[in-house]
C-alpha cells in the first residue's frame, strides 16, 4: 500500500502504457490542486462525506477474491467473466466478445475530466488496470457479460475501469456487481466508460452490493449514436456512501435511452444518485424511472438533469423518482430538474417523498390484513414496478427477496415509524 503521492504514482506509472502513464501525471497535478468538497458545492449538496485521502492508501496489490456471492449464480449461462480485486483484473475472459486488458490497449481518452472532482481525479491519476470489451459490428451476444468488481483490502482505495463498446447494429448485455468484504473499510471509485455505436443495442445492469463500512463512488459515462438504444438499470443496496455519478449523452439522432432503479438505505446509509441526462441530437428519447426506500437513519439524493440542446428537436424525455421514508431519522431529498434550449419537446418530471400511504394501509387492513402484513404487501407492490422492468432476466427473485428481507427484519425488530 501507498500513500497519495508523487512516490505512489511513479510506481504504479511502471506498470502501465505509456500512453496511460503520461495521463497519470497530468491528471496528479490536477488532484494536487483541488480542494476537497465542503458540502456546499451542487456536486455534493446534501452529502455530508469526508474524503478519506489521509486515512487511506492506494491498493497496489490485490487481496483474495471473495466468495462467490449472490446475484451471479441465478444468471444461467454468461458470454463471460470479469473479475476486478482492489482496482487489479484478475480474471478477463470471453469466447464471444473482444475483451483485452489496459496493457493490450493502444490508447484511451477517459470520458470524465479529472477536474470534475477530487474523486474523478484521484481515479485518472490511480487507475493503472482496466478491462476493455468490444462488441463487433453486426454480432448480437444474447447472454450477460458478468463483471465483478470487489474491494478486499482494509484501508485501501482503488479504482476499477471497465470500457465497453458496442458495435454498429450490435446487441450486448453486462452485468456489473460492486461487493466489499464484510467490515472492511476501504474506498472504490470506478469509472464505467459505455459507447454504442450507430444501431447498437446495451442492456446495462448495476448491482451495488458493497458492505456498509466501505464506500462505492462511481461515475458512470454513456455515449449514443444514431439510433442507438441503452437500457440501463440500477440496484442500490450497500455502502455506508453509495454515490452513482452519470451522464447519458445521446448524440445520435433517433437514439434512446432507459434508466430504470431502485435504492433502499438502513443503518446510517446514504445513497447518492446524480444524474444528466444530454438530448443533443433529433428525435431522441429518454426515461428515468427510480423507486427508493429508507429507514433508521439513511438518506437518500436524488439530483437529475434533463438537458434538451438547441437542436434536439422532438425530444421526448421523462424523468420520475418516488421516495419512501419509512423512520423518523430517515431523509429523501429529490431535485429533478430540466433544461430545455427549443421548443419542439415533450418532457416531464415528477417527484415524491413520504410515508406509505394511509389511504392504502386502511384498506388492506379493513380487508382483515394486520397492520404488519398491510406494510409488506405496499413494500412489494411498491418496488415490483421497478424490478419487473430491470433489462437482464435472471436478477428479479434475488433482488426482490434482498429488499424484501430489510424491510421485514427492521420491520420484526421494530425499527419502522
Known amino acids: 500500500m501507498a500513500a497519495f503521492d508523487q512516490q505512489s504514482l511513479n510506481e504504479l506509472a511502471q ?74 483484473v484478475l480474471d478477463a475472459e470471453s469466447d464471444q466478445l473482444e475483451v483485452r486488458k489496459m496493457t493490450d490497449v493502444s490508447g484511451f481518452s477517459s470520458p470524465v475530466s479529472p477536474d470534475h472532482n477530487k474523486l474523478a481525479a484521484a481515479h485518472s491519476a490511480y487507475a493503472h488496470d482496466g478491462v476493455f470489451v468490444k462488441v463487433p459490428d453486426g454480432v448480437a451476444v444474447t447472454d450477460p457479460l458478468v463483471v465483478e468488481v470487489q474491494g478486499a483490502t482494509e484501508g485501501t482505495a482503488s479504482f476499477p475501469k471497465v470500457s465497453v463498446e458496442v458495435g454498429a447494429n450490435a446487441e450486448a448485455s453486462v452485468l456489473v456487481v460492486y461487493r466489499s468484504a464484510d467490515g472492511k473499510r476501504l474506498l472504490m471509485v470506478p469509472e464505467i466508460s459505455l ?97 427508493g426506500a429508507l429507514e433508521d437513519d439513511a438518506e437518500s439524493v436524488f439530483t437529475g438533469l434533463l438537458r434538451i440542446e438547441k437542436d434536439a428537436q422532438k425530444t421526448s424525455t421523462f424523468e420520475t423518482n418516488r421516495n419512501l421514508v419509512l423512520s423518523e431519522n430517515a431523509k429523501a431529498h429529490s431535485v ?72 421485514t427484519r427492521a420491520q420484526a425488530e421494530g425499527r419502522l415509524s
Open 195 to 291: 459507447d454504442v455505436a450507430d444501431g447498437g443495442n446495451l442492456r446495462f445492469v448495476s448491482l451495488q452490493a458493497v458492505d456498509a463500512a466501505a464506500s462505492n463512488v462511481v461515475h458512470q459515462r454513456v455515449k449514443l449514436g444514431r439510433d442507438a438504444t441503452s437500457r440501463m438499470g440500477e440496484v442500490g443496496l450497500g455502502a455506508d456512501l453509495g454515490r452513482l455519478d452519470l451522464a447519458v449523452n445521446l448524440e445520435g439522432n433517433g437514439s434512446s435511452s432507459e434508466v430504470v432503479g431502485l435504492y433502499f438505505g438502513e443503518g446510517s446509509q446514504t445513497l447518492d444518485y446524480r444524474m444528466v441526462i444530454n438530448h443533443i441530437g433529433r428525435s431522441t428519447s429518454s426515461d428515468v424511472f427510480l423507486k
Open 336 to 407: 429533478p430538474n430540466l433544461e430545455i434550449l427549443c421548443d419542439d419537446v415533450v418532457c416531464g418530471h415528477g417527484s415524491s417523498v413520504g410515508p406509505l400511504e394511509e389511504e392504502h394501509m386502511y384498506y388492506l387492513q379493513s380487508r382483515g390484513l394486520s397492520k404488519e402484513r398491510a406494510e409488506r404487501l405496499l413494500i412489494r407492490g411498491f418496488f415490483t414496478e421497478v424490478i419487473d422492468r430491470l433489462p437482464i432476466d435472471g436478477l428479479s427473485g434475488q433482488v426482490s427477496n434482498a429488499v424484501f428481507d430489510r424491510f
Open 15 to 88: 506498470r502501465v502504457p505509456e500512453w496511460r502513464a503520461s495521463q497519470m501525471s497530468a491528471s496528479f497535478e490536477v488532484f494536487d490542486s483541488l480542494s476537497e468538497p465542503t458540502g456546499a458545492e451542487e456536486d455534493w449538496r446534501y452529502v455530508d462525506y469526508d474524503l478519506p485521502f489521509d486515512s487511506l492508501e492506494v491498493a497496489m496489490e490485490a487481496g483474495p477474491a471473495l466468495p462467490k456471492g449472490p446475484y451471479v449464480d441465478g444468471l444461467g449461462q454468461s458470454s463471460g467473466h470479469v473479475l476486478v480485486v482492489d482496482g487489479h
